[in-house]
């Protein structure tokens, strides 16, 4: 299943820089992890602003809802979600 994932990140202006580097690398660690096994297919940054939107290919929404919510910035981040499927007027035979 394929979904179209948009996160805002919103770190708290309070937050030491020191601990917001070392959240950032693990959320960076984390991220490449998931890309290199191809659950994570696609990931954009969003220009502007601390954003990013990326697609995700899981067996479940709850598989989705699992990998979300494991994210180190996950408490940080405002999350909109929405499942994909092919469009007829595609001249791809697959979604790479």
Same mark, same amino acid.
């Given at each position: 299943?394929?979904? /179209?994932?948009?996160?805002?990140?919103?770190?708290?202006?309070?937050?030491?820089?020191?601990?917001?580097?070392?959240? /950032?690398?693990?959320?960076?660690?984390?991220?490449?992890?998931?890309?290199?096994?191809?659950?994570?297919?696609?990931?954009?940054?969003?220009?502007?602003?601390?954003?990013?939107? =990326?697609?995700?290919?899981?067996? =479940?929404?709850?598989?989705?809802?699992?990998?979300?919510?494991?994210?180190?910035?996950?408490?940080?981040?405002?999350?909109?979600?929405?499942?994909?499927?092919?469009?007829? =007027? =595609?001249?791809?035979?697959?979604?790479?």
């Amino acid at each position: 299943m394929l979904f /179209k994932v948009e996160m805002t990140v919103r770190l708290p202006a309070t937050m030491p820089v020191a601990e917001a580097e070392a959240l /950032k690398k693990t959320e960076r660690e984390v991220a490449q992890g998931l890309m290199r096994q191809g659950t994570w297919r696609h990931l954009w940054r969003v220009a502007g602003r601390y954003a990013n939107v =990326s697609i995700f290919d899981v067996d =479940s929404v709850e598989q989705l809802h699992q990998l979300l919510s494991g994210l180190p910035l996950f408490p940080y981040m405002d999350i909109d979600v929405a499942p994909l499927c092919r469009h007829p =007027s =595609s001249i791809r035979n697959d979604d790479r």
